[in-house]
């Protein structure tokens, strides 16, 4: 059972667009989802209250609550989506108990010294079969900070999955509970294009 965490201690990186949307994607693939909040603002279960019912079902979970991550019976498939400032006792479980760990920061200074730091700290305790992956979000490649982003990816030395651009779209689907697979693939074609890379590193065995 793929379990991923959408991680960085940092907040306002993205981390919620981005497990929304791989739960979607999972859910549209036929998937029994489950939608994970470790963070306690509950941010995933707020989304999760504006989706239709005629969506594809995505099940809810505070993982805030305990302890010990596990999946209740019958999930395939879960997305945890995880605090700013996530450490110590919490990060350790979370990376004990998930097999991908998806880092997203934005083109900030700010945000680059935040996850060089928290990358140090998943090195030292990750586990040997973890798989890690950056995603940029937000960014502008006509900028020089998305050119100093993609940089500082480079030096990272770690697989990056994609950018995604900053877009109204996201904000008025995740005001309905929706996201991109939840909508015609010609109304989000541009969208779609940019995620093509990090669905494939979702669906690589």
């Known amino acids: 059972m793929p379990v991923l965490a959408i991680a960085n201690p940092k907040?306002?990186?993205?981390?919620?667009?981005?497990?929304?949307?791989?739960?979607g994607?999972?859910?549209?693939?036929?998937?029994?989802?489950?939608?994970?909040?470790?963070?306690?603002?509950?941010s995933c279960a707020h989304w999760l209250a504006l989706r239709p019912a005629a969506a594809?079902?995505?099940?809810?979970?505070?993982a805030s609550r305990?302890?010990?991550?596990?999946?209740?019976?019958?999930?395939?498939?879960?997305?945890?989506?995880?605090?700013?400032?996530l450490h110590g006792q919490r990060l350790r479980e979370v990376l004990r108990r998930t097999?991908?760990?998806?880092?997203?920061?934005q083109p900030s200074v700010f945000d680059m010294f935040a996850t060089?730091?928290?990358?140090?700290?998943v090195r030292e305790r990750a586990h040997a079969g973890l798989r890690v992956a950056l995603v940029g979000m937000r960014v502008d490649e006509?900028?020089?900070?998305?050119?100093?982003?993609?940089?500082?990816?480079d030096m990272l030395g770690l697989p990056v999955v994609g950018c995604v651009r900053e877009a109204q779209l996201y904000r008025h689907l995740a005001?309905?509970?929706?996201?991109?697979?939840?909508?015609?693939?010609?109304?989000v074609e541009r969208e779609l294009a940019q995620w093509q890379p990090l669905l494939a590193w979702l669906d690589a065995p």
């Open 11 to 23: 907040g306002g990186v993205g981390k919620t667009t981005l497990a929304t949307h791989i739960a």
């Open 25 to 42: 994607y999972w859910a549209r693939c036929g998937h029994a989802v489950m939608l994970g909040d470790v963070d306690r603002q509950q």
């Open 56 to 62: 594809r079902p995505i099940a809810g979970w505070d």
């Open 66 to 85: 305990s302890d010990v991550l596990k999946a209740p019976r019958g999930t395939t498939h879960v997305v945890l989506d995880t605090p700013a400032g």
């Open 99 to 105: 097999d991908r760990l998806l880092v997203p920061l």
């Open 116 to 121: 060089h730091d928290f990358l140090q700290v």
């Open 142 to 153: 006509r900028t020089l900070a998305a050119r100093q982003l993609q940089a500082y990816l």
């Open 175 to 187: 005001a309905q509970g929706l996201t991109l697979f939840d909508v015609r693939p010609a109304q």
